[in-house]
């Protein structure tokens, strides 16, 4: 059995370009971007949002938090889409350099696993409410573990198939449970009364932006396999739409219903079983993306630093193991606080990799004349100091300044310090290489 498992099966061109030929049909990426952001994770966004907030103010922070995603989404998938490249593997030319891509791509794995470990608590504890309160937690947190895995090893064909089946049944129960609220409320009631409990718009701004940050980065991961611009578009605006305005509105208006932030609270009053079968739906579909990417990161992070080429496979039965795991011990239950951190550490990221390849364009050359021949470009610096610098002052900005919005207050200032920085660094050089010359 092993030996039908090869590293051409299974290996997904995690550091190479997607060829073209090999690129998917629009409708299959956007039902994965779709499987991301209609889960469960949203509903308790918009749950926590309406039992602090009016619908309206509710609206109004989903609105400017999408926004914000969604260029972020947008600006990065295409470059995915152009270079055919994983987050990981495009940061190497966008501002990250070889050993900074690998940290990028180690930072990706490390929330992606943990997230993969407190979904599949959770995926577990829906079977076990379906089958029966005296099974073995560890045991059934096993089984789904492994089973998550042995879908994300056969890479994105096994993974868009799931999404083909979990995405609409998921969307059939967001249906059954709305239906359920709104025969018993009134929908003009749940949209005018006031809140049950309190949260500012700051704050609920950077609960919208935080909650998907990590999943705008690594859009790349999914629209390397895009054909063009077009599909990019797409693929991010309807997935904004459906999961951040249309499922996490629905988690106000629900959260009003019942007077709760408990989505599970929530979810179980309005649909009994089926909402059991909502939350396994839900985390089988995120749960494969997040494992997915983290094997990206950990096959572009083993390549730079050990200079070895490990099959994505191999790598993606590593993760599953360890979150599978920790999920069984229940560690990964206080994970959750570092999570919470990495919401200010990715940003930087972001704002570092768009200002790079879209205007400072310092490796376009090389990148456009690789493409023609379906390669990489041969040249790479290491680790630019620039880009420490900026990457720091993004995560301290986001941390310690209380006013604003910390996601995009660590986007901004790491822009900022980036751009001016490379430019001031460029100037220096220029003005060194002359006195150089003279001597």
């Not at 993969?116 to 079977?127: H, L, P």
């Not at 396994?280 to 200079?307: M, P, Q, R, W």
């Amino acid at each position: 059995m092993a030996g039908n498992f090869s590293k051409s099966e299974t290996d997904d061109y995690s550091l190479t370009r997607v060829p073209r030929e090999k690129r998917s049909q629009m409708w299959k990426i956007l039902l994965i971007r779709i499987g991301s952001l209609t889960c469960i994770s949203q509903l308790m966004l918009g749950a926590a949002l309406g039992f602090g907030l009016s619908f309206w103010k509710a609206f109004w922070a989903t609105i400017i938090g999408s926004v914000i995603l969604q260029f972020v989404s947008f600006g990065l998938g295409v470059a995915g889409e152009k270079e055919g490249l994983s987050t990981s593997v495009l940061s190497r030319w966008t501002g990250f350099g070889r050993y900074g891509s690998a940290i990028v791509g180690g930072a990706f794995a490390i929330s992606l696993t943990g997230w993969f470990g407190i979904q599949n608590s959770i995926f577990a504890q829906g079977i076990i409410a379906i089958l029966g309160k005296n099974l073995s937690f560890p045991l059934i947190a096993c089984i789904t573990g492994v089973a998550v895995t042995l879908i994300v090893l056969f890479g994105f064909r096994m993974m868009s198939w799931t999404a083909n089946i979990a995405v609409p049944g998921f969307l059939i129960l967001i249906a059954w449970a709305t239906y359920s609220m709104l025969k018993s409320h009134s929908f003009i009631h749940l949209v005018t009364m006031n809140a049950p409990g309190a949260l500012t718009m700051s704050a609920a701004i950077t609960m919208v932006t935080g909650g998907f940050i990590v999943g705008c980065i690594i859009t790349p991961d999914i629209t390397r396999f895009a054909k063009s611009t077009k599909d990019v578009f797409w693929i991010t605006v309807i997935g904004t739409l459906l999961g951040e305005l249309g499922i996490g509105l629905l988690g106000v208006l629900m959260a009003h219903a019942i007077g709760s932030s408990s989505i599970m609270a929530i979810v179980y009053q309005l649909t009994g079983v089926l909402g059991v079968l909502l939350v396994i739906f839900s985390t089988l579909k995120l749960n494969d993306i997040n494992l997915y990417s983290s094997s990206l990161g950990i096959a572009n992070f083993i390549e730079v630093v050990f200079h070895v080429d490990v099959s994505r496979g191999l790598i993606t039965i590593i993760l599953g193991a360890l979150g599978t795991i920790l999920s069984m011990i229940g560690v990964i239950n206080q994970f959750t606080s570092f999570l919470s951190l990495l919401g200010v550490v990715f940003p930087p990221i972001a704002g570092i990799m768009f200002i790079d390849y879209f205007v400072l364009r310092r490796y376009r050359n090389e990148l456009d004349e690789s493409r023609k021949h379906a390669a990489l470009p041969a040249r790479m610096e290491n680790f630019h100091p620039v880009t420490v610098i900026a990457w720091a002052a993004g995560v301290l900005s986001g941390y310690f300044i209380t006013f604003g919005i910390p996601s995009i207050t660590s986007i901004l200032i790491s822009i900022i310090v980036y751009y001016a920085g490379m430019k001031i660094y460029a100037a220096v050089k220029v003005h060194n290489d002359v006195e150089q010359i003279h001597e």
